[in-house]
């Protein structure tokens, strides 16, 4: 069974403070994965990576993908009180492009 | 960006009844669809795979008489759900896939009372 686990669950952390976030899995017939921000309501798309070891940079956010290790990082520097939210990793692979999810890392900036 | 809509965002009904969501991809046409299911404090669990104009398949330990999935064109997805109770108040999240990437729409909220 395909599996994607996130760690932390949970993070507080002060404005400015720099993140680190991880995602491991281990799935079939890997074909990319994902991170997602999550607010209120559904999932915004962050950054897609599908090859190993070259860093996707959107502003103060950044993540690499390492696919000898099987896992991901998600980065989040300078971090804004705007930056709290679920945070989560997904991974997509099979014959049917299915996307299976991490729990997520729920983060909270504090002012 | 793709956008995906949903319909209705917000849903109360009473226990035995059924309640029909909608998802559309606006502009762009989407041969596969998916369906998602989040419980608050939890991740997203994939439901079902919608292909326009075949049966969907359905995750493990989903009912699929009781979630009846309908794909009728390229860019409209439904997901009915057959004598709602309590028990399935959930968020339900459908998504659209575009290449490789998959575009969410903004969910629905619903409620069985």
């Known amino acids: 069974e395909d599996k994607v686990v996130q760690s932390p669950l949970s993070l507080v952390v002060h404005e400015g403070d720099t993140v680190t976030l991880n995602c491991s899995y281990e799935v079939t017939n890997f074909r990319s994965l994902l991170w997602y921000k999550q607010e209120k309501k559904a999932p915004t798309f962050l950054f897609m990576l599908?090859?190993?070891?070259i860093e996707k940079k959107s502003g103060r956010l950044s993540s690499i993908l390492d696919k000898k290790e099987l896992s991901s990082i998600l980065n989040i520097t300078a971090t804004q009180t705007g930056d709290s939210a679920i945070y989560l990793c997904a991974v997509l692979g099979g014959s049917n492009y299915k996307l299976t999810f991490g729990k997520g890392t729920l983060l909270t900036v504090n002012p | 960006g793709a956008v995906v809509s949903q319909h209705p965002s917000r849903v109360i009904c009473k226990s035995g009844t059924s309640v029909k969501i909608e998802c559309r991809s606006l502009?762009?046409?989407?041969?596969?669809m998916f369906w998602y299911r989040q419980f608050p404090k939890q991740s997203l669990m994939l439901m079902a795979t919608?292909?326009?104009?075949?049966?969907?398949?359905?995750e493990q330990g989903v009912e699929k008489d009781k979630f009846l999935i309908n794909h009728a064109s390229l860019t409209l997805s439904t997901l009915t759900v057959t004598s709602a109770h309590p028990e399935d108040s959930s968020f339900y999240i459908c998504?659209?896939?575009?290449?490789?990437?998959?575009?969410f729409g903004p969910g629905t909220r619903l409620t069985v009372t």
């Open positions: 998504s659209a896939r575009a290449d490789s990437e998959q575009y």
């Open positions: 502009d762009f046409q989407a041969t596969t």
């Open positions: 599908t090859s190993s070891g």
């Open positions: 919608s292909n326009e104009g075949s049966k969907a398949t359905y």
